[in-house]
């Protein structure tokens, strides 16, 4: 007889961990113990299921517990918690959930898979029976069941991350009168402010009401009646509310080990998923894990990196050797018509870590523009000041942003500079790309910044500058594209007569230079600089990007 | 004044020289020659236009000639041809198509950027009437204004390459019946055979004939019908020939000049894009640039690498140092329902190039299964055997082609290893991928083998080996799949009963496991090996993959 694996938690990281463990030792005996009648389901498939979209329950199950046994060979006990671990005797306690019997059982190697629980933010109300959390499939089966008996009009969702934003997407769809409520000044927290700023356009657009920089003060209820009030006194009435205000580790078991818990807030583990006791193991949300920018400890509660690191527990819980490199944090979401990514490091998250850094903006359609259905993104580039290695880049747009956003990670784990973007052989045919591709723009763009080639000026900076100095401000769009809005103060100098009209404009005093997106800009920068002009910049990112820092963004 | 900046050729290349020359410096003088009425047009989009998907002719033209001149002050000068080159004298001779004229014009730096012609096989009738070719917007007009005025109804394609496929779905989209000869055995001969079984499947349920392995002997034509006769004795009758057997460089000019032509048969050009006279830069199809794998000479004639050489030696021409990385030969085509991409080496050619390799292929959903829409993908990695360095990639599928193949040329260009391929952070909601995105899947199982963890064989290996010994041949898969067809002298024994079956096989014996994609073959491999199986291999990509080698794959 082989080792003898239990894993603790059924879901992406257990389940995932005990058919690697199997895979990696066939005489291996190996027990996955879940609390909930459920194992291996589609977390991350829930509000679709809300929506409609997945249309029937069964298919949020991916694995059964029938299949882990006869292919597997895996022992699977749903609605058994595991309530202790003896680290000494190497065992731990069970309670069998159906029953109430407990017992002991012994391991050899342990993992450790809880995952995470709904935040439950001090807010009254919030456990009220019209309130709702979506993470779990019991969640999912409460609210559906909420949502056919009752047939409720009018939804809040308090949260603006993933969930909250996906839940509200699919409450759309499904015909409710929507508010989405977000503490921060903007949706989707890890995001800078300005790239989110169509997210909540276009919810907007689509019939929700987004309340921004809202706290929640109190979730009232009287009888089939709700309202979510704000603590800046406001009050949303509704028929029921779904709180998404975000995820907490389950950490009790390893606390209750005495395992080693870091400054992140996770279970510290090595790159072999490792925690402080070499026989105990652990993968997914409850793990603190390598950020590969920062090379600082992080927790990424999220599905591709808890799958991975339940392979690689799984394998050296069962005597393999194996190593996680780390994450860059890497997300999309689908919000409606619109998709936000991220990986790596925010401008916020790069400030924070006192990188000195400076960012690019580029708007690049998805594939040729000559070919039908050419939607817009916005590509955001943190990029570090000294090396031009990119730190993190963020996209929002119409379709292609999740193409761009796996090309930049990938580029950002190999540890490229924006030089490298630009020289990326990436496929181009008409319905796919343009021959020089967003993330080459991304890079062309950013790698001239780099170069000291043309000096960005970010929006942000501009209106500080602007209230601070005199400054010779030239809009070199057409005077048609001026009639959807301009910067205050700015002088109109189309493109094609900034040659000839240049004289009008004095080359010594600080100038400033935009268009519509900063192409034009950077042209009549070079135009501008070669003709003398010493202390010039152009806008980063042009009026669209102006836009989105006020939020107005036009993306799609 | 600054430097004289001379142009030859004014589409991609050309085009996106001038105006990079034009960004780097405001007082040069910059003139482009063009031999045809057009500049800057959208030579990838001609198929499309043919085919009506891109219904206006004037979306072809990027950029106008008078925009190159109001926005970028460049002299354009349409229908004049380059005749000659004058190096000792820096000076060019053009000629005046309209009038006739001929006169020299000096230059400080000259770009060459004369592009491609379409290859001309010494075939009897390929001159004919009814035959077209596809590569500038004259042979559009021309073919535009047959297919208007004729009405024909039946067309044949010679060539299975881009052109050639992408004419080939044009043709259909517009109802035409369309027959398509490839002289190789396979179509896109780029990819290795079995990755484009699918497009011949694919073009032939689309209603499109097929010959594959056949050449043409002739074009006859007779009045309005014309027929195409095949060396192996059959004709295919129609109204119309489309001949895309490819494309050659336009290297008269470089040649009079006496610039050097490398044995890859292009323009030598260092990465700075300056051939062997150094005020002479060249760009786009004629020159020969590095392979980012091999490191030597090829010449690259798409539409990515063009432009971004054309930036490069721009920029150099007006004073600038900027540096050309190479290719990966990176492409994609949309076939119908289908896409095709490579990047890197296929197989023939890492074998060709004498490099110690494994392949590996894998078959993944390009979302999340459980969200509806999920398509089928293939992905074929070829890995140095040595160091696990991704060498190249093939991909076929039905949608997230493009988006895997431009991570893995990400990859490639980084110089990854698979194991690197295992651990990339790529973006995850059910929408866009799966936990386990296709290109980490591809890592997992080509890691695997690197590793040691499994011993794959090849189709085309497993048929030879089938030829010469008696093998343990496993079918692993179920009993309704294997309906669908088998591999001759396999054993069912679906593998969650492979524990109890195993017993009656011969653990001494030479054994090879196979399932429908690989990674059921992969667990039987593992249950059979940890119990005593000591010569055991399992069949790499399932029976999808030895369907694909015997031209029979199901991707989509």
Same mark, same amino acid.
Request: charged content about 25%; some cysteine; hydrophobic content about 40%.
């Given at each position: ?19 690697? @463990? ?12 879940? !609390? ?47 309530? @202790? ?88 769809? !499904? ?135 339940? !392979? ?98 990938? @580029? ?51 209106? @500080? ?92």
């Amino acid at each position: 007889m082989g080792k003898r694996i239990l894993v603790v938690g059924g879901v992406a990281g257990g389940a995932g961990a005990a058919v690697k @463990a199997r895979r990696t030792s066939e005489d291996a005996e190996i027990v996955v113990f879940e !609390r909930t009648p459920y194992v291996s389901w589609a977390n991350c498939g829930l509000p679709y299921y809300i929506g409609g979209v997945i249309p029937r329950r069964e298919e949020l199950f991916v694995v059964s517990p029938r299949r882990l046994a006869s292919r597997f060979n895996i022992d699977v006990r749903t609605r058994h918690e595991v309530t @202790a671990i003896d680290r000494a005797r190497k065992a731990i306690s069970v309670r069998d959930l159906e029953t109430g019997d407990a017992q002991e059982e012994r391991y050899d190697a342990l993992v450790l898979a809880t995952g995470s629980k709904p935040a439950h933010p001090p807010i009254p109300g919030l456990d009220g029976p019209a309130v709702f959390t979506l993470v779990s499939v019991e969640d999912a089966d409460r609210l559906q069941a909420f949502l056919e008996e009752r047939k409720p009009g009018r939804a809040v969702v308090i949260g603006g991350g993933f969930i909250g934003l996906e839940t509200a997407e699919a409450l759309l769809e !499904r015909g409710f009168s929507v508010a989405l409520v977000e503490m921060m000044d903007h949706l989707l927290p890890p995001v800078d402010r300005e790239m989110a700023e169509p997210l909540a356009m276009h919810l907007r657009e689509k019939g929700a009401r987004v309340l921004l920089g809202e706290k929640v003060a109190e979730v009232a209820q009287n009888g089939n009646k709700a309202a979510v009030r704000l603590a800046s006194g406001d009050a949303v009435e509704c028929d029921f509310v779904v709180s998404a205000v975000g995820v907490a580790p389950r950490l009790n078991l390893a606390r209750q080990a005495g395992l080693t818990i870091g400054q992140a807030g996770g279970v510290v583990v090595n790159d072999r998923m490792q925690t402080s006791d070499p026989d105990i193991y652990a993968a997914g949300d409850i793990c603190q894990i390598r950020h590969l920018v920062t090379g600082k400890p992080v927790r990424v509660p999220l599905a591709g990196p808890a799958n991975k690191q339940a !392979r690689v527990a799984g394998a050296n819980a069962a005597g393999g050797d194996m190593r996680y490199a780390g994450s860059l944090g890497t997300m999309v979401v689908k919000v409606c018509d619109l998709t936000i990514a991220k990986a790596g490091l925010s401008e916020r998250e790069a400030r924070d870590e006192g990188i000195p850094h400076y960012v690019s903006y580029t708007h690049s359609q998805h594939h040729a523009g000559y070919y039908p259905g050419a939607r817009m993104m916005a590509i955001k580039l943190v990029v570090d000041r000294f090396t031009g290695r990119v730190l993190g880049a963020q996209i929002v747009g119409g379709a292609g942003v999740d193409k761009r956003i796996d090309v930049i990670a990938t @580029a950002i784990h190999a540890r490229m500079t924006v030089e490298d973007l630009e020289d990326l052989d990436l496929s181009y045919a008409p319905p796919y790309s343009s021959a020089k591709d967003p993330a080459n723009i991304a890079g062309f763009v950013a790698a001239n910044i780099h170069r000291g080639e043309v000096d960005a000026i970010e929006p942000d900076e501009l209106e @500080a500058l602007l209230e601070r100095e005199d400054v010779q401000l030239v809009d070199v769009r057409t005077p048609a594209e001026r009639k959807a809005g301009e910067i205050p103060g700015a002088r109109l100098m189309p493109l094609d007569q900034l040659r000839e009209l240049a004289g009008e404009l004095d080359p010594h005093k600080r100038t400033v230079v935009y268009c519509a997106v900063g192409y034009r800009s950077y042209l009549a920068y070079k135009i501008l600089k070669q003709r003398g002009f010493d202390d010039m910049s152009h806008l980063a990112g042009g009026f669209d990007a102006w836009k989105m820092f006020h939020g107005k963004p036009q993306i799609i």
